[in-house]
């Protein structure tokens, strides 16, 4: 490295702005990084949707149509279950090739998954793919907390955002479009060309500090916490379809789940390494933010189940551009998460945002809960604003005041067990307000068509507009009650479990973030890890 680079990396270090780079500029190289973390993300985001959207044609061509669940549920659990382990294995030898790594699996998982020749290949492959998924959003976050001092990391909140409104809203479309041109085979290997970008961008760009800490891995807590993250999946996949709430399956994954958390939370108070130490634990904010993330993943992914499904059902929309009806709630996320990022990065304060946040999002959430069959698409989608707004203020925060409350060598457990939160709590909503829906729009079907009612839902309470359009007039005004009434139900339910992240949000303790140029007094949960962060991004540049 030139002297008048290192000059300026020390310049930087005394002055408290990692690298030498003038306060709110980043490396080029950093900048480069940041480019490749987003396709990383965008691959994990973009993955589902794009499938979901194949899924009819992969079934006409491989059968199967009993096992469909399982290419979701597959991924989904592998996902769960190795987000921890990836942020574990990240702090202990190195973001860089654990990262790395999680890509190359992913890609193989890929395209595995499009030469599948049977169903029960494609949940295999599958499962693969959701394996080193679970380390791309875990790798993103917790470089991204390497890369950016705090008091910086709010500005990249509306990049990270954008990528989320982008994978919604485009990935119907690309799905269906990819399927109807190339074949449903593309929809996988698709993430090809976009995972080997990111995968030589990190490679070349990307140089942190090498890590080898003393221990091994703890394989028992990670087979403890596995089990039990997989049997809560399975309790909220199956509950209420498979099997009903009350039957042995049920409880017996209950019981299995409940013991192999219980053992985890035990051994993880005895063991020399833990794969989610519990003393992150003991930082109120953090501890506050893990609730706030579970709170905000149960009410967005319920949110877009059955915001689509109401708008197809009851307002007429085209089934074809279900991602462009969340563009309401989705646009107002990503204008107020930029906003957010941006006062947080000028202000070096965040308390504000928890607050409003939640408040917007039980607000949002009550008003979805009064659509009924007269509610106008203009009407739904400024409720479905206030809800983006709500969700705009909470989706970055929690994990920059995550991982702010702990010292940089947890950064990657705090990273993953922030997103586990999230992805458990995405789960649970869609299991439980979705079994509340089907309940409603059961009874209601019953209720106003009687027989015919009950044995046109007795299947699924959800039906595709084919189905819906075969129905006589009267059934499918009947449905279209049914479903409203379902809705207002389910976004009830979700306002609120919403005042939990109310209340969390009141607790959270404001610790000034620190940044480029913040005064060597800041101090707070965070304390400690400037140094490394600056020693991180020097070797960056």
Known sequence: MADSTEAAIQAGKQDGNPGGQP????????????????????????????????????????????????????????????????????????????????????????ALSGMAQDMGQLIGFRAIQGLGAGGLMVGVMAIIGDLIPPRERGKYQGMMAGVMAFAMILGPLVGGTITDHWGWRWSFYINLPLGVVALLAVSAVL???????????????????????????????????????????????????????????????????????????????????????????????????????????????SATNSGLLLLPMLGAMLAVSMVAGRVTTNSGRYKVFPLVGSVLMIVGLFLLAQMDTGTTRVTSGLYMAVLGAGMGCLMQITMLVAQNSVEMKDMGVASSSTTLFRTLGSSFGVAIMGALFNHRVQDVMAERAGALGSKITEQSAQLDAASLAKLPAPAREAYQFAVSSGTHSAFLLGSVVAVVALVAAVFVKEVPLKGAGAPAAEAGEGAGRDSAATATVAETV
Request: proline letters at 4%.
């Open 23 to 110: 306060e709110g500029e980043q490396p080029r190289s950093v900048r480069v990084v940041l480019l490749a973390l987003m396709i990383a993300m965008l691959l994990a985001m973009l993955d589902n949707m794009i499938v979901g959207t194949a899924m009819p044609t992969i079934v006409g061509e491989l059968g199967g149509l009993e096992h469909l669940s399982w290419v979701v549920t597959g991924y989904t659990l592998a996902t769960a279950a190795s987000t921890p382990i990836w942020g574990k294995l990240g702090d202990m030898y190195g973001r860089k090739g654990a990262f790395m790594t999680s890509i190359v699996l992913f890609l193989i998982g890929s």
């Open 207 to 317: 140089h942190l500090p090498k890590k080898r800490k003393q221990g091994t891995i703890d394989y028992l807590g990670a087979g403890l916490l596995t089990l039990g993250i997989s049997s809560i999946v399975l309790v909220t996949t199956w509950g209420g379809t498979e099997y009903a709430w009350g039957s042995a399956r049920i409880m017996e994954l209950i019981g299995i789940g409940v013991a192999s958390l219980v053992g985890f939370v035990f051994w993880q108070t005895k063991a020399a390494a833990p794969i989610m130490p519990l003393h992150i634990f003991r930082s109120r904010n953090f501890t506050l933010m893990s609730v706030i993330g579970f709170i905000t993943g149960f009410v967005m992914f319920g949110a877009v189940l059955f915001l689509p499904l109401y708008q197809q059902s009851v307002q007429g929309a």
